[in-house]
């Protein structure tokens, strides 16, 4: 019986690892009936099949065989209870085997300390192992399998490569213990090998996976922010326009004299107030984004109010200051003319600082429900794929250029964002 129990220790290892990353996954429709069924089937498949019919096997090679087919067997079956690729699924459990023998093989290093090494604790100490490093793994790599969307965007080039090398890497450590070598030296290099090919699996599967999105993201904003720089200008240049037409129309009106009937001078009075929005922040690329803004509000009839110091953000560039106050906008007017209410649609802005600490705050109403991600409020817009919520990512990024943040919170029908940003002391 103990015999027993002591190979079973393996499989069910394996099967904590790998739901480390697949519960991050989409579940299936009875999702916990067919995962308990699969997990005792496979305990009792596996722990059998090393008892009985692995000794009978004829020779090494065929023992290889049905060592990596018994790896790779439960994946299918975990198709029935996550969502995702067929590879992905593959990968994870593939994944789940590297963490496992990572943390196997540094339970042989801790019993190289001859206060480790008994018989009657061995298992004991391996068990301990891996679940100390899998309560390690628990702190960050559920979150980062959520952020790259792991079950979705998986790259079949680098999922294959790194399966190909953990099953690598398991074949030979095992080959080494077939081997049955007292040498301290080749059980402290195998460990070392096994944990570091490994650990390399683990960062094809997941940090390289995180980098590339990472980098790709970057690159997204940086081309958006040079976009807005562009539209900064031609904001410019229309919103001196619209002033100096403003300033004809104003004079016009003085001089109309009779020429004009009342209903006339009303309909010019309405034009000039929809399109006369000059902002004097004191900061003149915030003065042409409120004023650009302003128009959009009022042609929506939205009431839009600012308060503050435009001076504050005189340490922006112009693309940052465009590209964080505009995005800030543009999400109250895409929440704001949804709405039914129009005593609600209602905007405000406000600008103030606390030492070095700079705030923008931004409030309005909103109808239905706001999902996060991320702490981020994800668009409910359908956008070319890759741009989907990069505004608000948009404005996380320029923010954490400037060791600052973002804060959002929706309740009782009210969202409110806070952006900070810590002033440069050389400002």
Do not use: W
Request: net charge neutral.
């Amino acid at each position: 019986m103990a015999a027993i129990l002591k190979l079973a220790v393996y499989p069910f290892e394996t099967l904590l690892a790998q739901a480390i990353i697949l519960f991050c996954f989409p579940k299936k429709r009875h999702f916990v009936l067919s995962y308990f069924l699969i997990v005792i089937g496979y305990l009792v498949y596996d722990t059998a099949f090393n008892f009985y019919s692995l000794p009978l096997l004829p020779n090494l090679f065929l023992k290889f065989v049905m060592m990596f087919f018994n790896l790779l067997i439960i994946a299918p079956f975990f198709c029935l209870c996550f969502e995702g690729p067929f590879i992905a699924i593959v990968s994870a459990c593939t994944g789940g085997v590297a963490i496992q023998h990572i943390g196997y093989h540094i339970n042989i290093l801790l019993t190289q300390i001859p206060a480790l090494s008994a018989s009657n604790i061995s298992s004991i100490v391996e068990l301990a192992s891996c679940l100390s490093l899998y309560a390690f793994l628990i702190f960050f790599l559920p979150k980062l399998i959520k952020r790259i969307k792991y079950y979705e965007n998986c790259n079949p080039l680098t999922l294959t490569i790194s399966i190909i090398i953990v099953l690598i890497c398991v074949g030979i450590t095992r080959l080494t213990r077939e081997g049955r070598s007292s040498s301290i030296y080749i059980i402290v290099s195998t460990s070392l090998y096994a944990i570091t090919s490994c650990s390399l699996a683990l960062f094809i599967q997941f940090g390289m996976h995180y980098l590339v999105e990472l980098k790709s993201e970057n690159f997204i904003l940086n081309h958006i922010r040079e976009q807005e720089k562009k539209q900064y200008d031609i904001s410019k240049g229309d919103v001196e326009l619209l002033n100096i037409k403003c300033h004809d129309l104003k004079h016009l009106l003085k001089s109309s004299g009779n020429v004009l009937s009342d209903s006339e001078k009303r309909n010019l009075e309405n034009i000039i107030y929809d399109y006369d929005s000059q902002f004097k922040t004191g900061n003149e690329i915030l003065d042409v984004i409120l004023s650009e803004k302003n128009y959009q509000f009022r042609t929506r009839k939205i009431d839009f109010t600012f308060l503050g110091d435009g001076t504050l953000l005189d340490f922006l560039t112009k693309a940052e200051t465009y590209s964080l106050v505009g995005n800030l906008l543009n999400n109250c007017l895409e929440a704001v003319e949804k709405l039914d209410d129009q005593e609600k649609k209602i905007v405000s802005m406000c600008l103030s600082n606390k030492g070095s600490l700079v705030f923008i705050d931004t409030v309005n109403y909103y109808q239905g429900s706001v999902a996060f991600e991320n702490g981020l409020p994800q668009t409910s817009k359908k956008v070319e794929l890759g741009y989907h919520g990069i505004g608000m990512k948009s404005i996380e990024y320029t923010a954490r250029e400037f060791h600052g943040g973002v804060n959002c919170k929706a309740e009782n029908g009210i969202f409110r964002v806070n952006v900070y940003l810590v002033k440069p002391v050389n400002i």
